[in-house]
């Protein structure tokens, strides 16, 4: 094995082993060896991955169009557009209203569930099986399906006209928009985050709530009081997942709202892609990406922070 | 000995590792080959070795111009240019702006292109057709052109300012005399929502937008004759002068002239609605005529009179209009000769010219062709109208900032959710002036 | 005394048995409880399942039909909507299940080739180059993926890759590279090193001992990322919109219901049977495997 593996109590081990040049020799060879292990990953991630991050910073300070092979450098001009432009703000309050209420019903209903339905048997299996479906269904499906339903025209909208009813503006009211867009996302996402708080339960030592049963703790008390601070790490786990997941939500909006009425759905990731490919304004998209980014990095950052906190709270 | 054995077996390992990569990629390579080969490095090799035969055509497709609808319309071409192969090519993204965007990005671009004008960023990808003399009789080929030069050429005219309108409605509203003004158009909504209409059929998506855009052309048009050029000079604010429409518009909301929940539909949604007689009015462009020709199982006939003008001004006004199916051809293209063949037969052809008229309800002066009578009815609008005028983006020289038909609508739906005019007009002048 | 201390005292007293008979089933669980947990149950089961239903029957109903009653059983069910959708002109289906099913194991098969190596030298090495390099890949995990499309163009323009089946598969394995990397090291740690070191004596190179050695006992975490992989592929729609392009002329499931419906989603005999034909190999696949998809999935999280 070579060197740099080996942990620090082996070199008797090895000196007794061969002479000095042999040694270098092996050395070279392992080094060669963990060359070849570690480039291929390493240059790709970096060409499509570390590059374009930093590439992206560079493409908004151009005017680059998508095809012409030398953009020009405007400087600022992208970022005085954004700040001048009247669709950024509505979408990054659109992005972060999505994000918020979107992780709260995510993680309510995916701890709520998680709590109901722990413990081993069929019925269980069978009701988690059913939360959790739609998450294998792309979501561009899934906005489909669910403009087929609430749309103005469609089933839902349907059956109340049938009956003499009004029409509910599921998609056709802005406030409404945002609500049925947050309500189809935790529709179809909340069954990973039971699943997620389920493998955190199962963490949750079970000597440690019963002990609290037996010193008299009541179900509730159990739960608030031991439980829960248990499945913290859990926690942070599910609402970083749930803010970065909500924060690039494009495919929902492309079949569900198509960003409107009034752009009051049209998040952050679905702007950059429309004023990129369908405007043709690549650097004004990369503009956006770089405001994404720094807002996906601080939200992270803050939550990890404030998860951190709360915990060495709990337990001091 | 033992540590040789181990220095080979090791390099044989190592190198049998590289080599399992190595095919890896080989094998991902052949994964890709079926589409690969007539994809990325389409247009540096196949121009200059004569293989003139396969010319790519990037269409639109609608409800009206289906795919079967194109390969039809070309089947004579090829019939008469044996073993050129006109390929239709379908958007794949929203629309045919973003495909072509990404096949020139991919270095895929097609030969031709349907439905796009010339900007300033596609017209240096396009070839020049100023020269060809066949372009001159084509519909608004100057008002299409850029900076004097011809890029696109095209089959006939759309006429966007129209308001089309159920002719049972209105009797039963007792309205006898078309509307001219705009006060006389919200005079006659109310009567028709008295009669128990939705007096002006609107819908979500891009419709809202367009339909205030195409129903304040012959107006604007007389208001501000130069338009484009002032508000590209600054003399004047896009958000300034629309403001009186957009605060017209609002009444209309108020008093429930249109639907509050429009916004809610799709375009076909629209249509069917209209064509289902429940609403009176419909604000579209020309080629709904030929919506309204397929949809056989109505029972009232559909009438069509020029967007409405302020008090005061002529009637009609100047007709909103566009190219309609333009043509551009690619300058990289590797079939350029068989590319402006195909192009010219499009344009110039009766056949070819009559039948994507028909189709898609456009219109050319001095081609005649069956029509209906709705689209007589549009045909004489247009005869009537005292001049042509462009719309929103607008084309040729009178253009605003790219984004900015989609940047009206969503302010415009705006007006549904309860901001005022004043402030939609001003987001607009915002958005323009952060785009110019 | 407070339940705080409990918290921190309960580990200590946990050891010694509690007495059986304490907390016995029926009472944890009483039965009007368990009744009511069941209804409720039930009805958030529906709520879950009517969109599959409403899917389901109105994609063998007439367009007036599906209007006036969207919720009712097909009364004269019609198979001619389905098979519409089945030849579509925008979007051949059958041919999007394979080129899909092609990505996915394109994908899986390299983010395996090259996340494990890489995951197996970071997990072994204490050396601060290697720590560095999974801090590199962990930082990947929080980029969205669309903001990393437009540079991607750039280049894989620049490659000559764009509009490719290799540059798309290449950037889609990419995607997958930074969770690989860090649930193999995670996993890899946990791996007793002996069993390295014996193979170095026995004469295995570094690389030879990861896949004869250490590899083979990597089959849960390697079936975990496959899944996830899977899945990302499959339901991708903004990559092979955009990477892959219309150059390709292929279209991946998600694309080409993209392509089939959105000019037409007032269209129901259009939006339904396509919607149907998507969906239904999925949720049969999701069914039979349901246990290991999910067993599999919060493995990752927990090591995550």
């Not at chain 1, 954004?82 to 999505?98: C, E, I």
């Not at chain 2, 111009?65 to 019939?79: G, H, S, Y």
């Not at chain 2, 003004?181 to 005079?187: C, M």
Request: proline share 6%.
């Amino acid at each position: 094995m070579n060197r740099s593996a080996a942990p620090p109590r082996r070199p008797a081990a090895r000196t007794h082993r061969g002479a000095a040049p042999t040694r270098r020799a092996r050395d070279r060879r392992a080094g060669l060896a963990t060359t070849v292990m570690v480039l291929p990953a390493t240059v790709l991630y970096t060409a499509l991955l570390a590059v374009p991050v930093a590439l992206a910073c560079y493409l908004s300070l151009t005017d680059w169009d998508g095809f012409s092979a030398a953009p020009s450098f405007v400087g600022g001009a992208n970022y005085r557009a954004l700040a001048n432009d009247p669709s950024l703000g509505r979408s990054l309050v659109v992005t972060l209203l999505l994000a918020a209420f979107g992780t709260v019903g995510l993680n309510v209903l995916g701890l709520g569930f998680a709590l109901l339905l722990n413990g081993r048997s069929r019925v269980n299996t069978f009701f988690r099986m059913v939360l959790f479906y739609p998450h294998v269904l792309s979501a561009l499906v899934v906005g489909f399906l669910w403009s087929a339903i609430l749309g103005t025209t469609g089933a839902v909208n349907g059956l109340i006209t049938s009956h003499g009813g009004d029409v509910l503006p599921f998609l056709a009211d802005p406030d409404w928009a945002l609500g049925t867009l947050v309500g189809v996302v935790v529709w179809a996402a909340f069954g990973v985050n039971v699943v997620l708080y389920l493998a955190g339960l199962q963490a949750v030592p079970r000597s440690l709530t019963e002990a609290a049963r037996i010193d008299g703790a009541s179900r509730w008390q159990v739960l608030r009081h031991v439980t829960l601070p248990a499945l913290g790490p859990s926690v942070t786990v599910n609402i970083v997942l749930s803010l970065v997941t909500l924060l690039k939500t494009y495919d929902l909006v492309v079949s569900l709202t198509g960003g409107g009425p009034a752009g009051q759905t049209q998040t952050i990731a679905y702007l950059i892609l429309w004023n990129s490919f369908h405007d043709g304004r690549l650097g004004l998209g990369s503009a956006q990406s770089v405001v994404l980014m720094a807002v996906t990095a601080a939200l992270a950052v803050a939550v990890a922070q404030l998860r951190r906190r709360g915990e060495s709270a709990v337990y001091s | 000995m033992r540590n040789r054995r181990t220095a080979t077996s090791a390099r044989t390992g190592s190198l049998a590792r590289a080599s399992v990569t190595a095919t890896l990629l080989l094998g991902l390579t052949a994964c890709g080959g079926g589409g690969f080969s007539d994809g990325g490095d389409g247009d540096s090799g196949k121009g200059g070795d004569g293989g003139d035969r396969t010319v790519r055509v990037l269409v639109n497709i609608t409800p009206n111009l289906t795919k079967t609808f194109w390969n039809d319309l070309v089947a004579p071409f090829e019939k008469a240019h044996p073993g050129v192969d006109v390929k239709i090519e379908a958007p794949t993204g929203k629309g045919v702006a973003d495909t072509l965007q990404q096949q020139l990005a991919a270095g895929d671009a097609p030969d031709v292109v349907e439905t796009l004008l010339p900007d300033k960023t596609l017209a240096p990808q396009m070839l020049d057709l100023t020269d060809e003399p066949w372009t001159k009789d084509t519909p608004l080929v100057e008002e299409a052109s850029l900076d004097g030069r011809v890029y696109a050429v095209g089959v006939g005219e759309q006429a966007q300012s129209l308001v089309f309108y159920n002719k049972d409605a209105f009797r039963k509203a007792g309205i006898d005399e078309l509307p001219e003004t705009t006060d006389e158009f919200t005079a006659a909504m109310g009567k028709l929502k008295k009669a128990g209409y939705l007096p002006l059929q609107t819908a979500g998506d891009f419709t809202t937008g367009l339909q205030l855009l195409q129903l304040t052309d012959p107006s604007l048009a007389q208001r501000h004759p130069d338009w484009y050029q002032k508000v590209q000079a600054g003399d004047l604010t896009v958000g300034e002068t629309m403001r009186p429409y957009l605060k017209q518009y609002k009444t209309w909301i108020d008093r429930g002239y249109i639907d509050k929940n429009a916004l809610g539909l799709k375009y076909a949604d629209g249509e069917t609605s209209f064509l289902s007689g429940k609403s009176a009015m419909y604000v579209m462009g020309s080629w709904f005529t030929a919506t309204e020709a397929a949809a056989d199982d109505k029972d009232f006939e559909v009438g069509a009179f020029p967007a409405p003008v302020d008090k005061g001004q002529k009637a009609p006004g100047p007709q909103g209009a566009t190219l309609a199916a333009p043509y551009m051809i690619l300058k990289k293209s590797g079939s350029k000769d068989t590319a402006r063949e195909l192009v010219e037969w499009l344009v110039t052809d009766k056949k070819a010219v009559t039948a994507q008229l028909k189709q898609d309800g456009n219109f050319r002066s001095g081609v005649d062709r069956d029509l209906s009578p709705l689209e007589r009815d549009v045909q004489k609008i247009l005869d009537d109208a005292p001049a042509r005028v462009a719309q929103g983006e607008g084309y040729g020289d009178d253009t605003l900032p790219k984004g900015f038909n989609t940047a009206w609508n969503t302010e415009v739906q705006g007006l549904y959710t309860g901001r005022s005019p004043d402030d939609v007009a001003k987001a607009v002048d915002r958005w323009v002036e952060a785009h110019r | 005394m407070s339940l705080d201390n409990l918290t921190k005292r309960a580990p200590a007293t946990a050891p010694p048995k509690t007495p059986e008979p304490v907390a016995p089933a029926p009472r944890r669980v009483p039965r009007p409880g368990r009744t009511v947990r069941l209804v409720f149950l039930a009805i958030v089961a529906t709520i879950m399942l009517v969109p599959l239903y409403v899917l389901v029957v109105n994609a063998f109903k007439s367009q007036s039909q599906i209007l006036t009653d969207p919720f009712g059983l097909p009364t004269s069910g019609t198979l001619a909507p389905l098979r519409r959708a089945l030849q579509g002109e925008e979007f051949d289906l059958v041919r999007g299940y394979a080129v899909t099913l092609l990505f996915v194991v394109c994908v899986n098969v390299l983010s395996i080739a090259l996340a494990g190596p890489v995951a197996y030298v970071i997990a072994r090495s204490p050396r601060r180059r290697f720590r560095a390099l999974m801090l590199f890949f962990l930082a990947g995990t929080f980029i969205p993926s669309q903001v990393l499309v437009i540079p991607v163009v750039y280049v894989l323009k620049t490659v000559g890759l764009m509009g490719t089946v290799r540059g798309f598969v290449l950037f889609e394995t990419v995607l997958t590279l930074p969770f690989s990397v860090f649930l193999y090291a995670g996993y890899i740690t946990t791996v007793p090193r002996a069993l390295d070191e014996a193979a170095a004596l026995d004469g295995c190179g570094r690389n030879r001992t990861f896949w004869r050695i250490v590899f083979p006992l990597m089959r849960p975490v390697v079936a975990t990322m496959v899944i996830l992989n899977t899945f990302s592929v499959w339901n991708d729609f903004v990559n092979p919109q955009i990477i892959l392009g219309p150059g390709s002329g292929l279209y991946t499931v998600t694309t080409g219901v993209y392509a089939a419906v959105s000019q037409y989603q007032t269209d129901y005999t259009v939006v339904f049977p396509t919607l149907l034909l998507a969906v239904a190999p999925l949720i049969v696949f999701f069914v039979f495997m349901q246990r290991h998809i999910i067993s599999g999935l919060a493995a990752g999280a927990t090591r995550g």
